[in-house]
Nanobody
Framework: QVQLVESGGGLVQAGGSLRLSCAAS????????MAWFRQAPGKEREFVAA????????YYADSVKDRFTISRDNAKNTVYLQMKSLKPEDTAVYYC??????????????????WGQGTQVTVSS
């Protein structure tokens, strides 16, 4: 079983930056593709970014492309989401997720096997 714990959320002004971390425990996630999702109040959970198990491939939602960067450190069993040029519409709870299947990157929440509890990101205007 894999446990995921997100950290790094908080309150930031528009145009600011935050770096989220997702620490995995229970077993190594070095062979898992990993992803970040977010959910704003009253909205469905949406895909933000994903990274392959090796870190060699990344994929982003159009809404965050060129502003967010996903990365991973398999030695630390940790995935990161660097967010810059934040906008009020980025306000949401951000979740880390892991895909234990050996396949290409998936972006649909139901395909992810493990989830963290989420970390709140609030961007003020």
């Amino acid at each position: 079983q894999v446990q995921l714990v997100e950290s790094g959320g908080g309150l930031v002004q528009a145009g600011g930056s935050l770096r989220l971390s997702c620490a995995a425990s229970g077993r190594t996630v070095s062979s898992y593709n990993m992803a970040w999702f977010r959910q704003a109040p009253g909205k469905e959970r949406e895909f933000v970014a994903a990274i392959s198990w090796s870190g060699g491939s990344t994929y982003y939602a159009d809404s965050v492309k060129d502003r967010f960067t996903i990365s991973r450190d398999n030695a630390k069993n940790t995935v990161y989401l660097q967010m810059k040029s934040l906008k009020p519409e980025d306000t949401a709870v951000y979740y880390c997720a892991a895909d234990r299947e050996t396949r290409g990157i998936v972006t649909t929440p139901r395909h992810l096997d493990y989830w963290g509890q989420g970390t709140q990101v609030t961007v003020s205007s």
